[in-house]
């Protein structure tokens, strides 16, 4: 059966000015929420991390005598990922080391950017939010959503 339109039966698209301001405070709330988790974490080890803009937390453990990173080349990394909680996810130990292409999105935004704090032969601890990481939805395996994540590094070499 054909309906014919009746006026005044169309849907009003809701303008987006309306529910923009909320999200944009609760996203900023997440995040402090979070860098508040990230900041307890550092605390109850003891660590003393640097932060870089964005959240990321990091401090070389050991410090190697090669060059330092640089965008457009390919590293090889060393690495074990664990989350906050401790269980540990991927290392690679048991999926092999992690090679990549720097600055071309190979990997997750928050290691590439700390990877560029590093010279190769660094080990670092590197802590990621999960906005510059697997985000809401996590990597759909092992990394659940909204997870903060820990990274022990090796940079190995660039080439």
């Known amino acids: 059966m054909l309906q014919c339109h009746q006026p005044g039966s169309e849907k ?8 923009k301001d909320p999200l944009i405070k609760a996203n900023q709330e997440a995040v402090r929420v979070e860098a508040g988790q990230i900041d307890d974490f550092i605390r109850r080890y003891g660590w003393n991390m ?19 990173t640089e965008s457009g080349r390919r ?3 060393d ?8 269980d540990t996810v991927y290392t690679s130990a048991m999926d092999g080391p992690l090679v990549f292409q720097v600055g071309k999105g ?18 670092a601890k590197i802590i ?10 996590g990597d759909q395996d092992k ?14 070499r660039m080439y």
């Open 12 to 19: 009003r698209l809701q303008d987006p000015s309306v529910y």
């Open 50 to 68: 640097e932060s870089t803009e964005t959240g990321i937390r990091y401090m070389i453990t050991k410090s190697g005598s090669g060059a330092m």
């Open 75 to 77: 590293v090889e990394l």
């Open 79 to 86: 690495y074990s990922l664990t989350l906050l909680n401790g």
């Open 106 to 123: 190979q990997v997750i935004t928050g290691l590439e950017e700390a990877i560029l704090l590093l010279r190769v032969g660094d080990k």
């Open 128 to 137: 990621v939010p999960s906005h510059l990481a697997f985000g809401l939805i």
């Open 143 to 156: 990394i659940h959503h909204k997870a903060s994540l820990v990274y022990d590094v090796e940079l190995v």
